[in-house]
Nanobody, 122 residues
Framework: QVQLVESGGGLVQAGGSLRLSCAASGRTSSSYAMGWFRQAPGKEREFVATISGGGTSTYYADSVKGRFTISRDNAKNTGYLQMNSLKPDDTAVYYC???????????????WGQGTQVTVSS
């Protein structure tokens, strides 16, 4: 079982940047894909980005492409989501997740963190 803990959320003005971290523990493995999802109040959890275990493949939601960058450091068992040019629409609770395959749907992941709040003011 993999345990995930997110950090790095906060309040930022539109146009600003944040970097989220996801620390993994337990049965960690560089073979796990890692994904980031977000959920705004009253909305369903949606895909943001995902990265393969080796870090060679990445995929992004169209809404964040060109602004967000996903990465990972397997030596530190940590994944990252660099968020630039933030918009008020990016306001949500951000979750990291781990799974065996690179997927863009929530059902493709077996372990989830508790989430970290990102609020972007206009």
């Amino acid at each position: 079982q993999v345990q995930l803990v997110e950090s790095g959320g906060g309040l930022v003005q539109a146009g600003g940047s944040l970097r989220l971290s996801c620390a993994a523990s337990g049965r960690t493995s560089s073979s796990y894909a890692m994904g980031w999802f977000r959920q705004a109040p009253g909305k369903e959890r949606e895909f943001v980005a995902t990265i393969s275990g080796g870090g060679t493949s990445t995929y992004y939601a169209d809404s964040v492409k060109g602004r967000f960058t996903i990465s990972r450091d397997n030596a530190k068992n940590t994944g990252y989501l660099q968020m630039n040019s933030l918009k008020p629409d990016d306001t949500a609770v951000y979750y990291c997740a781990a799974g065996y395959y690179v997927r863009t749907d929530v059902h493709g992941y077996d372990a989830w963190g508790q989430g970290t709040q990102v609020t972007v003011s206009s």
